[in-house]
């Protein structure tokens, strides 16, 4: 995996915004919305699915096992943070 390896990961803007917005934080956790806010700004009017998706393509690229990801943790019922 890159995590393992050390290698580059190729992102498109918004995972990356994503993952820096998250990043900037460890440790705090952050609801969808506040999310969207952060990565579309106040008037957007995505679904906090798109969050989600967002989440799952990054756990693929970062994490060792998507399935259980050690870096970019669900906090159930509230939304995402990340674990430096």
């Keep these: 995996s ?7 990961v190729t992102t498109t803007t918004t995972e ?14 952050f ?3 506040q999310l969207m806010q952060r990565i579309w700004g106040e008037d957007y009017f ?5 969050i989600d998706n967002f989440i799952a393509r990054l756990r693929t690229k970062i994490e060792v096992d ?10 159930r019922g509230v939304g995402y943070r990340f674990n430096a």
């Design 2 to 8: 890159a995590r393992e390896s050390n290698t580059h």
């Design 16 to 29: 990356y915004d994503l993952l820096a917005a998250l990043a900037a934080h460890p440790g705090r956790v």
């Design 31 to 33: 609801t969808r919305e």
């Design 46 to 50: 995505g679904t906090p699915r798109t």
């Design 66 to 75: 998507p399935d259980a990801p050690l870096l970019l943790e669900t906090i």
